[in-house]
């Protein structure tokens, strides 16, 4: 399928998507994979992006829609530069998530699911990032950070400022 998205995704991105969708035989398993690119390039999934992603796959805007607000790695709306996501799952939970999230909010001056005056951070509580034997643990961006202690927050805020 030959498309400019209404100009919204880059003719990269597209190629990625096209490619993607290539793989499986049904464009709608690549709807995932293709919201993933297209947020990296958008920063979050807004409605324009979701139309574009529906024209490419030539699916309807639902379906897209149905993936974006499912999966919480995506952002329906802004987010700072860098989201923070601590795991609040049971083995994070169990040696500290909760201080963690307290430390980290308390740090930034924001509560959960805000983001900082500066535009900088949002942080976010997180179901299971996969990270259990390091925990607990947070993503900054794409960065995992393992074996969290309150004291250590203001060391990885700082790689990031």
Known sequence: MTTDSDGILSQSIIQKIEVEAAKYPSRRAAVKSALRYAQAEHGWINEAVVGAVAEVLNLERIEVFEVATFYDMFYTRPVGRFPVRVCTNISCLLRGADDIM??????????????????RFTVFPAECLGACGGAPMMLVGDDYHEDLTTEGLDAILERYR
């Open 102 to 119: 307290d430390s980290l909010c308390e740090r930034l001056g924001v509560e959960a699911g805000a983001t900082t005056p500066d535009g």
